[in-house]
C-alpha cells in the first residue's frame, strides 16, 4: 500500500527546532513493557540556518541529540545540541563559519581583504559536525559524522564532553559512522588513507576494549588490514562495511571523491564536499574481502554491475561462501544529488517528479564463494539452496557476481536497516527490520524476512518515523522476539505532534507510544542504551 502526502507535513521535519532546558515528560498511551528500561539516543539535523545564512543540504544541519528516557512505565523527552566547534562558532559569529557537506562557508565580510585572502589559502578546516550517529567506545559514548572527528557526549546530561582527532591515533583521513562492535567492546571501522607511493586505499582499523588500567581505549587503536583502492587518486564514498565471524567485506562503489579536486577546491569560492564527488561510468562495483586473524587481504577480485550502497543489512558465512544483504541504489550517479533540502521540501508532485529520475533502490543478496577454482570458467560457483544469486568466473580471472533480489517496490526504499544485532550480527540471520522511503520520504517501518520475501509495514497517514532500532526481550530465544523503537512525527496531530512509538517486532503491531507536545526534526541513526 502506498500512501500519498499532498498535504506536506514532511516538511516539518526538515525545520529548525529549539533544544530543550529540561526533559519533558511524555503521555503514555497503552502500556510499555516492564522490562524496558533504558534510553533511545539519536542524532540528525536540528538547525537548518544561522543567521540569514541557510544549511543546502540535509546532511549540513547542526548536530542535535535527542534522548527518550523509559523507566517504571514513564518517559521523558530531551534534546540538546551538540557543542562542536562547527556549531559554537556558527552561533558566536551568525554565519556559517565552517564548510559543510552541501554548504559553502564564506570569509567574515568583517575582515579586510588581505585576511580573507589568506583565510583561503591556510589548509582544509575540516567539520566536526558530528549529527550521524552514536556508539560505544569502551564505558564512553561518541557522536560521529564520516570526517576524523568524533565527539564524546554524557549520553545521560547530553552535555558535549570534548572532540577528538582520529588523525592523532590512526592512519586515516577519516571513518564512517557506521562501526561494527563485537560483545566485548571491540570496535571495527574503515576509512580512506596514504597507501604505498602515496596512492589511495582503505584501511580497517581497530579500538580495544577498555583496558584493565582503565585508560582511553581510543589511543590504542590500530590499522589490522590495508585494501587497495580501485583508483590511485579518487577513494570510494564509504558509509558502512560488512563483518562476518572470519571477514570484512568492503564494497567499492562507482561514486569517487576526486582528492585533487578535494585538495584545490578549498580556495575556490562557494565549494564544499558534493563538489568533489563524480562517478566513475565504467569501473561497476567491487567487492573486497580481508581475513580477521590473522588480518590479510584477499586478492580475489569480485565484480558486478554500478550501485550506489550505505547501508549493509548483514553478512555471514555459510559452508565456503560469504552472503552479502545490502540496501542498494541502482545506477552510478550519486544518490545524495537528491538529497538538497530545496528538493526534499517541494510540494509532494515535485518530490515525487525528482525520486523518478534519481536511482532505484533494491535490497539484494550476494554470495561470494571462497573457492572461486571449484567450477569451470564460466559456470554459477554458487551452490547455496536457499539463493539465486550467482558467481561467475570469467577469462580476464575476475568474478562476476549477480544478485537475487530480496525486496523492490517503485521508488519504495527499506532503507536504514536495522537486525538483532547483538545475537545475530555477522550470523545467518532471517529478520531485518527498515525505514520505508516513499520517493525519499519517511512514511512507514517496514519487517523484511530475507529468506521467504514475507514484508510488514507500520504506516499512518502524514506520520513520518525514524529508523527503527531492535531491543531483545530479556532471555527470549527467538530472533524476532523483542520491540521496535522509533521515533515518529505526525506534524497535522492537534496535540502532541511527536512521539515515541513501541511496536512488537514480530508483527509490527503497536505495543505503547509515548508523546510529547514538539515536534521533532529528522533524524539518521541511533542506539539503545539499557
Known sequence: ?????????????????????????????????????????????GLFEVGAEPFYHLFDGQALMHKFDLKNGHVTYYRKFVKTDAYVRAMTEKRVVITEFGTAAYPDPCKNIFSRFFTYFKGIEVTDNCLVNVYPVGEDFYACTETNYITKVDPDTLETLKRVDLCDYLSVNGVTAHPHIESDGTVYNIGNCFGKNMSLAYNIVKIPPTPKDKSDPIAKSKVLVQLPSSERFKPSYVHSFGMTENYFVFVETPVKINLLKFLTAWSIWGTNYMDCFESNETMGTWFHLATKDPAEYIEHKFRTSAFNLFHHINSYEDDGFIVVDLCTWKGHEFVYNYLYLANLRENWEEVKKAAMRAPQPEV?????????????????????????????????????LEPEVLFSGPRQAFEFPQINYSKFSGKNYSYAYGLGLNHFIPDRICKLNVKTKDTWVWQEPDSYPSEPIFVQTPGSVEEDDGVLLSIVVNPGADQRPGYLLILNARDLTEIARAEVEVIIPVTFHGMYKP
Open 364 to 400: 539484494r543478496r550476494y554470495d561470494l564463494p571462497m573457492d572461486v577454482y571449484k567450477e569451470e570458467q564460466g559456470k554459477n560457483l554458487i551452490s547455496l539452496p536457499y539463493t539465486t544469486a550467482t558467481a561467475v568466473m570469467r577469462s580476464d580471472g575476475t568474478i562476476w
Open 1 to 45: 500500500m502506498r500512501i500519498e502526502h499532498p498535504a506536506g507535513g514532511y516538511k516539518k521535519i526538515f525545520e529548525t527546532c529549539e533544544e530543550l532546558n529540561e526533559p519533558i515528560p511524555a503521555v503514555v498511551v497503552g502500556v510499555i513493557p516492564e522490562w524496558l528500561s533504558g534510553s533511545l539516543l539519536r542524532l540528525g539535523p
